[in-house]
């Protein structure tokens, strides 16, 4: 499976992004989800919409919303953003646990 993630971009804090992630493949999509990596900080997961729903990291419980948009498609709306946000974000899929990774999208927040 192949994902490829798009939408990232600059802004000051306090304005919006939204992500966007197309899988290759609409099988067996019964999780997506949206990671992100600080400079010299470890992978960490975002927002993810499984069978039984959809669960975010606190920092941003409030402020992110996440979206499957299509068969093989969702999104990360980001609202209200802070510099803290600012981050690779990636867009994953687990397959049978296999994890299936986009190429990365940055996020600047600065004003």
């Known amino acids: 499976v192949q994902l490829q993630a798009s939408g990232g971009g600059l802004v000051q804090p306090g304005e919006s992004l939204r992500l966007s992630c197309v899988a290759s493949t609409p099988f067996m999509l019964n999780t997506m989800a949206w990671y992100r990596q600080a400079p010299g900080k470890q992978r960490a997961l975002v927002a993810i919409?499984?069978?039984?729903?959809t669960d975010y990291a606190e920092s941003v419980k409030g402020r992110f919303t996440i979206s499957r948009d299509g068969a093989k498609n969702w999104s990360l709306q980001m609202n209200s953003l802070k510099p803290e946000d600012t981050a690779v974000y990636y867009c994953n899929t687990n397959i049978r646990g296999e994890h299936f990774w986009g190429q990365g999208t940055q996020v600047t927040v600065s004003s």
């Open positions: 919409r499984h069978i039984l729903g």
